[in-house]
């Protein structure tokens, strides 16, 4: 029987380096060599192997200014910890009170139907982070 496993998440940018500084500096993803494609773009790895791509798109394939929405599409990270997660991120400058345009505004679902407490955020180019925590601690 076969039995795949998640590879990599591809998502559009408009800005490569504006991205790499989001998702290795923000997140703190580390960043991995990429083949020299035609295309400017960005590789990072998280968990056990898994990668994120990102490349950049001349034609408009990003969300453009939607506000965060837990319900467009993402991609979610595991966390241990809720509030070690949530303390990580606002030290980042993301917070749940910010206007809902705002880039470092948060989605905070601690009581979950998932039974997972969920935060969501924004990237600079609109994509869409989950983070599901394995405990509510």
């Known amino acids: 029987m076969v039995s ?49 791509h990102l490349m950049v798109r001349e034609e408009a394939t990003t969300r453009g200014t939607k506000p965060v929405d837990a319900s467009d599409v993402h991609f979610a990270l595991g966390m241990t910890s809720y509030s070690k997660t949530l303390a990580w ?22 009581g979950s139907i998932v039974g997972r407490p969920q935060i969501y955020i924004m990237d600079p180019d609109h994509n869409i982070i989950e983070f599901i925590c394995d405990a509510l601690d």
């Open 89 to 110: 991120l606002k030290a980042k400058g993301f917070d749940e009170d910010l206007p809902a345009d705002d880039l470092h505004k948060m989605i905070l679902r601690p």
């Open 4 to 52: 795949p496993c998640l590879h990599h998440v591809l998502i559009p940018v408009a800005e490569v380096e504006r991205s790499r500084h989001f998702y290795r500096d923000v997140l703190e993803l580390r960043e991995i060599a990429r083949p020299n494609f035609s295309f400017p773009g960005a590789w990072f790895q998280f968990g056990g192997g898994q990668h994120l």
